[in-house]
């Protein structure tokens, strides 16, 4: 077998990228964030544009909550419950992947 | 009032394929090599799509391959911020043309496979050594780290495979994998008694992808696409006419599938004379399916309208003699007879296939 395991869940540990032929793309026809992906593009919504502004395959995501944390003046504990189900949601989908 | 822009530009660059597969989505008469529309040409029109809002940009065929100036177009859609898929037989695919490719910014294959195994997939395609070409082509995508997805078109004489095929993505390294079911338009229409599965078939395909839906979950997505002479209700097509897709053939024609060359009394408008824009917008042969008010009856009172959209015209006008008319695979369709005929007309033996290619339709 070659390509896939069962990707490990992301923690706040983890330092995710953008799978090759996946990407955050800003429509301004629509003045809409879309997320590229093979053969699909799905609308990103407001907290997903945040996260993924942020995801550029050097950063934890201990550093991607902080930095949001103090950007919102949110409690970090609420930050990163929505970080790391959005993250693994898209570790499902194979749009992140560990850097 | 403003229609939404298209999402997907499906540029079929060539009709030209070394493949001959009986099920081909191009149409019956097919494009000769001197009217398809040069370099510069194609560069405009990916200029104009970007512009109007679309997103992806599919280069498809026949054999996108068979252009020589492929990359120079993969590279001109990534400068205008366009994803590139290309969707392709990969027989012509070595490693200078994909490294050609990757380097042009491609960000995606679509690779195609007749089978699991070697001699009846060569027997589809009509090519003997296609199988160990496409293998060969999967090895070198999946090194190179392009995300690759194959598609495996399904019918009566591969249909107890599908589990092979499904073992075979997995094997290879895909991210995606489609398990199409045959669509009986074209060639597929002309060919339909050598394709057309019976419910048992169609029962085990849908189990073995139900089963490698839960064992791969989070590492393959896999896509399938039903039959649709054996669903209750229609497939969106295309995702409602002129709603989503426009496609560019190889001579400029702008339609809103690839099969809609074969709606009569209407024009097909160029890229040589009109913007896509006003195209979308404006032209009879979009705006004549678009939305809901040209639906007949059942259509027009049905709850699922805005969910099929009323199913599939050209299947209509091939089956019914009517583009107009509901779907006939629709339960609810008056003419859902001529579905149901040609199901319990299914031939014990398949017939031998007639091959696309030039002149043979």
């Known amino acids: 077998m070659t390509g896939q395991t069962v990707p490990a869940l992301m923690t706040e540990d983890s330092v995710p990228r953008f799978a090759r032929g996946t990407r955050l793309q800003y429509d301004r026809v629509r003045e809409t964030w879309f997320i590229q992906a093979p053969e699909r593009a799905f609308m990103a919504d407001a907290i997903a544009v945040e996260v993924l502004q942020l995801v550029d395959g050097t950063r934890t995501l201990a550093a991607v909550i902080d930095t949001l944390a103090e950007k919102f003046d949110a409690p970090r504990k609420v930050i990163t419950q929505d970080v790391l189900a959005l993250v693994n949601d898209l570790a499902g989908k194979q749009v992140l992947v560990h850097a | ?361």
Not at chain 2, 338 to 358: D, G, K, W
């Open chain 2, 1 to 361: 009032m403003t229609t939404p822009p298209p999402m997907s530009l499906l540029a079929e660059l060539t009709h030209r394929c070394p493949l001959q597969c009986p099920y081909c989505s191009n149409p019956l008469r097919l494009d000769p090599r001197a009217t398809e529309l040069d370099t510069a040409t194609w560069c405009r029109v990916m200029d104009e799509a970007a512009t109007m809002g679309v997103l992806q940009v599919h280069f498809s065929g026949g054999e996108p391959m068979a252009r020589s100036d492929l990359p120079d177009l993969v590279r001109h859609a990534a400068g205008v911020g366009l994803y590139s898929n290309l969707i392709t037989s990969g027989v012509l695919l070595n490693p200078a043309s994909l490294a050609a490719l990757a380097d042009a910014g491609l960000d995606h294959i679509q690779l195609s496979f007749q089978d699991a195994l070697p001699d009846p997939g060569d027997r589809v395609a009509n090519m003997t050594g296609a199988h160990a070409k496409k293998l060969e082509a999967a090895r070198l995508i999946v090194a190179e780290g392009i995300p690759l997805t194959l598609n495996f078109v399904v019918h009566r004489q591969n249909a107890e495979r599908v589990p092979a095929m499904l073992l075979l993505a997995e094997q290879l390294g895909a991210r995606r994998v489609e398990i199409a079911h045959t669509q009986y338009y074209g060639w597929g229409l002309l060919n339909r008694d050598a394709l057309l599965p019976d419910r048992a078939q169609l029962a085990l395909t849908e189990q073995a992808v139900a089963e490698a839906r839960t064992r791969l979950a989070g590492r393959m997505t896999i896509d399938f696409v039903t039959p649709d002479y054996y669903a209750e209700e229609p497939k969106p097509c295309m995702g409602g006419w002129g709603q989503r897709f426009m496609n560019v053939s190889p001579t400029g024609r702008v339609l809103p599938c690839h099969a809609a060359e074969s709606i009569p009394n209407v024009e097909f408008p160029s890229v040589a004379e009109t913007s896509l824009a006003d195209i979308w917008e404006n032209a009879p042969l979009f705006t004549m399916f678009r939305g809901t008010d040209w639906m007949p009856e059942p259509c027009r009172s049905c709850s699922a309208q805005t969910q099929d959209w009323g199913g599939c015209r050209c299947q209509a006008l091939a089956l019914a003699g009517n583009a107009g008319a509901a779907d006939p695979v629709c339960h609810k369709a008056p003419d859902h007879g001529i579905v149901e005929r040609a199901i319990a007309a299914r031939p014990e033996t398949p017939p031998a296939f007639r091959y696309r290619r030039y002149g043979s339709a």
